[in-house]
């Protein structure tokens, strides 16, 4: 397979787009190589960054996934994204914007893409089975930075490993970056200020709706080297994975890494 035509992301098409669909994003930043862009929009929280900071990188080299994972890609082959929030709800809750992240890119993929898209919890996103994108949140100070990693233009010979995917792969009826970037951005500032107003609720209901975990068996290696197998009936307000291990007591996930082991019929 070809490898497709990579162009450099345009600041200006992107904040274009975003101002005719969200006046949530106040200032958006392309930078061409960095290590985290996570990393980057903590260190702006610290030094006191408003809310409704983007992020975007070309190439990240340290960037990170959930516990500890590297996540990189080829330059330009994909969305590497990170947006600095300030949330006033409890910051018990804080987890959940991950869900409502994972909620606005499935919605995007679908409605901008044509691809068909499932979560997988807690922060994944799956087209048939593989992981296209993995979003992580992290908590800095009174801010939460949410990043995450969409692979778009990634032939079979550079995903790293055989369960990953990318929308080039998939079939996606457009790779154009600030296009998604956008649809996404717009998704998610809606989403975000439904999470203000409403709670977590509405986010999580959809995630429900959208999930490819809940109603499969599942592992779980929990961070202490503990493991659990049982079958995964639904997540809390909270966003905690619940589990049933077959004997009726349902035990709640709240950081974990977890495999699906029965295959959707």
């Not at 290590?35 to 190439?59: C, H, I, M, P, Q």
Request: with cysteine.
């Amino acid at each position: 397979m070809d490898t497709p035509t990579r162009k450099p992301l345009d600041r200006h098409v992107l904040r274009s787009l975003l101002s005719e669909k969200s006046d949530f994003w106040t200032r958006v930043d392309v930078v061409g190589v960095t290590g985290s862009t996570n990393a980057d929009l903590a260190e702006a929280a610290r030094l006191g960054a408003e809310e409704g900071r983007v992020l975007l990188a070309e190439e990240q080299v340290s960037g990170r996934g959930r516990l500890d994972r590297r996540w990189e890609s080829p330059a330009r082959a994909g969305l590497m994204l990170s947006v600095l929030l300030r949330p006033t709800l409890p910051r018990e809750l804080w987890g959940t914007l991950g869900i409502a992240a994972a909620v606005a890119l499935e919605s995007a993929l679908r409605e901008v893409c044509g691809v068909q898209a499932k979560l997988k919890w807690p922060n994944d996103v799956l087209v048939d089975g593989k992981k296209v994108c993995g979003i992580l949140a992290q908590a800095e100070g009174g801010a939460v930075v949410v990043g995450a990693g969409l692979n778009v233009s990634l032939t079979a010979e550079e995903l790293p490993v055989p369960e990953a995917t990318s929308l080039l792969a998939a079939g996606a009826r457009t790779l154009d970056r600030e296009e998604i970037a956008a649809a996404f951005l717009t998704r998610f500032a809606a989403e975000y200020r439904t999470w203000q107003e409403q709670g977590p609720g509405p986010a999580v209901a959809r995630w429900e709706r959208n999930s490819d975990t809940l109603g499969r068996e599942v592992a779980v290696s929990f961070p202490n080297g503990r493991n659990l197998t049982g079958r995964a009936v639904g997540i809390d307000a909270d966003g905690r994975l619940r589990v049933d291990p077959g004997d009726g007591a349902v035990e709640t996930v709240a950081a974990g890494d977890v495999v699906h082991l029965r295959p959707r019929a």
